[in-house]
């Protein structure tokens, strides 16, 4: 399937007029599982002794309830996207040619898309992208785990990071390694891909955000990514470690996952990747 010749299904998607596929309940756009993250809680950033200048203080934070993606975008999913509103496809990073030509990648996650890519896609399902708070809680858990597993040192069975580009064997499918996994049951914050969230970026943010959900500066140059990809190193990999990048980056490693406020009206999750 060629997107650009389904160009004129987004005037009608984003007018709001009459198609087929605007009719459609955003729910059959995105029947993924998400995970609940109760209210409460956490401890954020890192201590004087560990971590970067921007990961400090180290300081509890409360976040409201939220739900997030169980697992990153997939191409399978972000192909349907693209499908139905004409959205740019992203660079094919395992070849020449369309990513729909590509076999054997559906269940990888989608990467080579900007910070208004992602924002874009979880519009059209319903959804928003995570705080840099809801994605650190959502990483972590309560209790300020360095990884998303615990405290154990970083190893294969726990995440995909340290490799080198080795086209469709870089990347794994989604929830491939569930020793990885976060308290709450999220798979992949660490490692695979690296995700964008909603906040701009500021290096001293830490020191000024609100202790109650916290959602970013107002203004920025850039936004935060998190989470590490497969190129990364253990220090980048740690539920604290912040990166970041222009709103118009696009790399074989970042991706993104959606989240919703628990006041959405709620429907069922499908565990679907």
């Given amino acids: ?66 739900m997030i993606d169980k697992y990153e975008v997939t191409n399978a999913q972000y192909l349907r996207f693209i499908a139905a509103t004409g959205h740019k496809e992203p660079f094919n990073v395992y070849g020449t040619g369309s990513l729909f030509d590509v076999k054997g990648i559906g269940n990888l996650p989608v990467v080579q898309v900007t910070w208004h890519d992602a924002a874009d896609y979880c519009q059209w399902v319903g959804k928003r992208l995570p705080t840099e708070a809801e994605w650190e809680k959502a990483a972590r ?7 998303p597993w615990g405290t154990r040192p970083p190893s294969a069975h726990h995440v995909n990071f340290n490799r080198d580009w080795v086209a469709m064997g870089t990347l794994l499918p989604v929830g491939s390694l569930p020793d990885g ?26 020191q000024v955000a609100p202790d109650r959900n916290p959602k970013g500066p107002e203004t920025g140059l850039l936004k935060v990514i998190r989470g590490g990809s497969w190129h990364s190193f253990g220090p980048d990999i740690r539920t604290a470690a912040r990166g970041k990048g222009g709103f118009a980056l696009k790399t074989h490693g970042t991706g993104f ?16 990747r």
Avoid at 257 to 272: E, I, K, L, M, N
């Fill in 1 to 66: 399937m060629n997107a650009q010749l389904i160009v004129p299904v987004t005037i009608c998607i984003l007018l709001g007029q009459g198609s087929a596929l605007a009719d459609h309940p955003v729910s059959e756009r995105d029947p993924v599982a998400m995970v609940t993250v109760t209210e409460g809680s956490f401890i954020r950033g890192s201590g004087s002794d560990t971590g970067r200048a921007d990961e400090r203080p180290r300081r509890t934070i409360y976040l409201s309830a939220f």
């Fill in 141 to 147: 858990g309560a209790d300020g785990r360095a990884y």
């Fill in 181 to 206: 996994v976060s308290p709450y049951g999220v798979h992949d914050m660490s490692g695979n891909a690296r995700e964008w969230v909603q906040d701009w970026y500021a290096k001293d943010y830490y």
């Fill in 257 to 272: 996952r959606c989240a919703r406020d628990v006041s959405a009206a709620p429907r069922p999750a499908q565990d679907q």
